[in-house]
């Protein structure tokens, strides 16, 4: 992790969530690629340019190739995504989100609560009555 934050920052990041969204409808299983590429040029290695639109292309690229790529940014664009994630963030909003990773969990018993970070997972683990598979995780 980069010792101060990236230059810029805080800086928009409704382009990047919508590209994200897009991703969640059309290609969830590389969500989590794109992200991890995403956190690592952002906070691993302090470049603020990776939520710019070239920045975060490049990423596509890699992943999707540059004719997927494209078509993924053209929709991420389209006034449909666009209410969507204005839906989206009226939601999170609503139940109270304030960070990344923002967790929202029902367990079998109907609860509803929500966690805020990675270090809250094991919290997560126990709401949803889950096992705990693997103790090196500290939960």
Aim: net charge negative; with cysteine.
């Amino acid at each position: 992790m980069c010792e101060s934050p990236p230059a810029g920052f805080p800086f928009p990041t409704a382009e990047v969530q919508s590209i994200l969204l897009v991703l969640s409808e059309r290609h969830p299983e590389k969500v989590a690629e794109v992200v991890e590429r995403l956190y690592r040029g952002l906070w691993g290695d302090g470049d603020s340019g990776i939520v710019t639109t070239d920045g975060f292309m490049g990423v596509l690229e890699d992943v999707f190739g540059k004719v997927v790529a494209g078509e993924i940014l053209r929709s991420s664009q389209d006034p449909e995504t666009q209410l969507r994630l204005t839906e989206n963030t009226q939601k999170a909003i609503d139940t109270g989100a304030f960070g990344l990773p923002w967790m929202e969990g029902v367990n079998a018993q109907g609860e509803k609560e929500c966690f805020w970070g990675v270090d809250h997972l094991g919290r997560v683990v126990e709401f949803l009555g889950l096992e705990k598979a693997d103790s090196n995780w500290g939960f």
